[in-house]
């Protein structure tokens, strides 16, 4: 099993977390991947071509501080 980060996008302060998931899935489809769908409380699913499993996911960086 492997765990490597292949892509990473900071999303801008008050985004919008789902379309930006949702968007994500729709460009893996696009692109030729068989994508799972989203859950209504998930932040990822999972895609798979020719053998090959990925997770696209949003995370929050534990390194960066939250402002309130």
Do not use: N
């Not at 801008?12 to 989203?38: F, H, M, N, T, Y």
């Not at 932040?43 to 997770?55: D, I, K, S, Y």
Request: hydrophobic share 40%; aromatic share 6%; glycine share 8%.
């Amino acid at each position: 099993m492997y765990s490597q980060l292949l892509e990473l996008t900071e999303l801008p302060s008050g985004a919008d977390q789902r379309a930006a998931l949702v968007a994500a899935r729709e460009a893996r489809i696009a692109d030729g991947w068989q994508a799972d769908e989203i859950g209504p409380r998930c932040a990822q699913f999972f895609a798979t071509r020719g053998g090959e499993r990925v997770v696209v996911g949003i995370e929050r960086d534990p390194t960066r501080k939250i402002h309130r």
